[in-house]
C-alpha cells in the first residue's frame, strides 16, 4: 500500500511537487539466443541513433546499452537498455513525438524499410522485463561512464514494513563508504534506486543498487579505502540493515553502447 500511494502522488500531484534535480530511469532486462546475437546488434545500432535524436529533441536525457554477465541462455538476461528522465510523467507517458524523431533519424528510410527494422527488432530479441525507478541517492562524483564501464546491478527487496529502515541503512552506512572510496580514485559511482513500478507482493524486486567501476582493473585492483574501527553498535546497525532486505541476484553489467 505504501508503494502505491506514493506512485499516486508522484503521477497525480504533477510535476510542481517533483524536485528539479530528480532522475529516473525505465529499466528493460533483454532476453537473446546464441544464434541471435549478431542480429541483436544490429537492431540496437539501429535504435542507438533513433534515440540520438530524442535526446536531442528533449524526450529522453540519456540512454545505455549494457551486456550482462553471467550471460548464458539459463542465466535469464543477457542484456540491459537504460533509458534516463528528468520527469516521471515523461517516462510513464512515453512522452515526445516517437514519428517525428523517427524521420529526424532516418530521412532516407522508407516506410517499407523501417518496418523491415522493427520486424528484425522483434525477432532478434525478447524483451522480457521492463522496471521503472526513481534515483534516490547517490555519490558526489564526476564519473563520466565511458565505454567498457562495469557496473554490479544489485537487485533487492524490501517488504513495506522495513522501506524506511532499508533505505536509512543504505544511506547512512554504504553510501558514505561508497564515497570515500569515490574519493580515493577506486569506485566510479554508486546509486540507489526504488521501483516505482512494477508494485506488489509478488514483484521480484523493490529496490537497485549500481556499483559502477571504469573498468575490471579498477573493480578488482583498486583496493578499498581503510575506515575506522567500528564499534559494537555500529557492527549491529550495519548487521541490523543486512535483515531489512534480500539481495536477491547481482549481475555485473559491462557499458556497450551510449547516447548522451
Avoid: C
Avoid at 46 to 63: A, M, P, S, T
Avoid at 83 to 100: C, H, Q, R
Avoid at 214 to 242: C, H, R, T, W
Amino acid at each position: 500500500m505504501k508503494k502505491l500511494l506514493m506512485l499516486i502522488a508522484i503521477i497525480f500531484l504533477g510535476n510542481s511537487v517533483v524536485a528539479q534535480d530528480k532522475l529516473y530511469l525505465m529499466f528493460e532486462f533483454i532476453k537473446v539466443d546464441n544464434e541471435q546475437e549478431q542480429a541483436y546488434m544490429e537492431t540496437e545500432s539501429f535504435w542507438e541513433k533513433l534515440h540520438e535524436q530524442r535526446v536531442k529533441n528533449g524526450d529522453i536525457i540519456e540512454w545505455d546499452l549494457w551486456s550482462l554477465q553471467p550471460g548464458g541462455e539459463e542465466q535469464g538476461f543477457q542484456y540491459l537498455t537504460v533509458t534516463l528522465y528528468n520527469d516521471p510523467i515523461k517516462m510513464m507517458s512515453g512522452a515526445g513525438n516517437f514519428e517525428v524523431a523517427l524521420k529526424a533519424a532516418y530521412p532516407k528510410m522508407s516506410e517499407e524499410e523501417i518496418n523491415k527494422k522493427f520486424m528484425a527488432t522483434s525477432k532478434s530479441r525478447d524483451l522480457a522485463v521492463r522496471v521503472y525507478l526513481e534515483h534516490i541517492a547517490a555519490t558526489k562524483d564526476n564519473f563520466q561512464m565511458p565505454l567498457g564501464t562495469i557496473a554490479g546491478i544489485n537487485l533487492m527487496k524490501v517488504s513495506d514494513e522495513n522501506y524506511e529502515n532499508y533505505e536509512k541503512f543504505e544511506t547512512e552506512i554504504f553510501q558514505p563508504i561508497a564515497q570515500k572510496e569515490v574519493d580515493a580514485g577506486v569506485r566510479g559511482n554508486w546509486g540507489l534506486m526504488r521501483y516505482m513500478l512494477p508494485t506488489g507482493s509478488d514483484v521480484y524486486a523493490t529496490h537497485i543498487t549500481a556499483d559502477m567501476y571504469k573498468d575490471y582493473n579498477q573493480l578488482f585492483n583498486g583496493g578499498s579505502v581503510s575506515g575506522p574501527e567500528l564499534s559494537e553498535a555500529q557492527i549491529k546497525k550495519i548487521q541490523d540493515g543486512m535483515t531489512t532486505r534480500d539481495m536477491k541476484y547481482k549481475y555485473m553489467a559491462t557499458l556497450i553502447k551510449k547516447v548522451r
